[in-house]
């Protein structure tokens, strides 16, 4: 019975601490909390009604991500956005994305197809209605889908992990990008349908590329966002 009680409450605690990741995590993405935001283990666990473990530990996934700066016995703050890591990030995941892309060509059904070009429908009615947060969700599940329709799924953890400093800058940019990019997951799926491996990772690069051209545009809109860097 106590073991069983003890396993309740480990898992009543990781849903707390899960909670409060998943709310941090929205309010940093979506700019609610501003880059150089400072934080407060007190305040965010007053603010959310939870303990200050939860928070201390979604500090620290957080951290791990970039979105926060941890500084011992000062203040932690949301961290700035380093154009040095966006472009790291997009290296990285457009080696990974160009072999899922390959794969899809091989492998994709019919059904397959039919299930993605459902999650576009849904990103076209974000762009008419400006809902750029369920947008950009819809934006990783496009791509988190045809990883795992596949049979790479496992990739998307590696992914997601890091593409984390891109992710900032991709939502500030739906502001006047969202419709292009809607185009282009429609180009991407055409190609992988036509299972032209060539047109696939030609459009999977040139949709991930953009937003080297967009960090560029972000900067000069929000400036106070970006670390200096060399």
């Known amino acids: 019975m106590q073991a069983g009680l ?118 076209a009615g974000t762009v008419a209605m400006g809902d750029h947060v369920q947008f950009h969700r819809l934006d990783d599940r496009f791509h988190r889908e045809i990883s795992e329709r596949a049979g790479h799924g496992y990739v998307w953890d590696i992914i997601r992990e890091n593409k984390s400093p891109m992710d900032r800058v991709r939502y500030l940019s739906l502001t006047f990008a969202s419709e292009r990019a809607y185009l282009e997951h429609c180009d991407i799926l055409a190609a992988i349908r036509s299972r032209d491996v060539a047109a696939a990772t030609e459009t999977i690069r040139h949709h991930l590329s953009q937003i080297l051209g967009l960090i560029v545009q972000i900067r000069a809109r929000h400036s106070a966002y970006f670390v200096h860097e060399d």
């Open 6 to 123: 003890r396993f309740l409450e480990r898992i009543h605690r990781q849903s707390v601490a899960e909670s409060v990741f998943d709310e941090l995590h929205r309010q940093i993405l979506t700019l609610v909390l501003a880059p150089g935001t400072k934080l407060s283990e007190v305040d965010v666990a007053k603010a959310l009604g939870v303990s200050r473990q939860p928070v201390r530990d979604a500090f620290y996934r957080l951290s791990k991500l970039g979105f926060l700066t941890i500084r011992p016995q000062r203040a932690t703050l949301v961290s700035l956005i380093s154009e040095r890591s966006v472009k790291q990030a997009q290296h990285v995941r457009t080696a990974i994305e160009l072999e899922t892309v390959r794969a899809a060509c091989q492998r994709l059904t019919a059904s397959d197809f039919d299930a993605l070009a459902a999650i576009l429908d849904e990103q």
